[in-house]
């Protein structure tokens, strides 16, 4: 059973960093494109940055173009999102998600979600 789980969401203050994990179970990453999404309060989810299993990555979302980067360890089966100079704005729920596909950015492409990671980025 393909299962994604994030992590490493939490308090921090503005200009700080975060390293979120989303760990892979039931298939190995080198076959999916591996998206990060976010959702905001009283906002759409919207698509962050995704990496192809070529290793590739494309940013979906002008306002993390230069502090946010994704990477993937595929001796752990893991995903992560680099987050710094986070900004208030930042703060959102973090989702990863698994496609068997290109990269996209929009939420109906992805059939299979991780529960959420929350970053709150306050002072």
């Known amino acids: 059973q393909l299962k994604l789980v994030e992590s490493g969401g939490g308090l921090v203050q503005p200009g700080g960093s975060l390293r979120l994990s989303c760990a892979a179970s039931?298939?190995?990453?080198?076959?999916?494109?591996i998206g990060w999404f976010r959702q905001a309060p009283g906002k759409e989810r919207e698509g962050v940055l995704c990496?192809?299993?070529?290793?590739?990555?494309?940013a979906y979302a002008d306002s993390v173009k230069g502090r946010f980067t994704i990477s993937v360890d595929n001796a752990k089966n893991t995903v992560y999102l680099q987050m710094n100079s986070l900004k208030p704005e930042d703060t959102a729920v973090y989702y990863c998600?698994?496609?068997?596909?290109?990269?996209?950015?929009?939420?109906?492409?992805?059939?299979?979600w991780g529960q959420g990671t929350r970053v709150t980025v306050s002072p």
């Open positions: 998600a698994a496609v068997r596909s290109p990269c996209s950015g929009y939420v109906s492409e992805y059939p299979y």
């Open positions: 990496i192809r299993n070529s290793g590739g990555s494309t």
């Open positions: 039931g298939f190995t990453l080198n076959t999916y494109a």
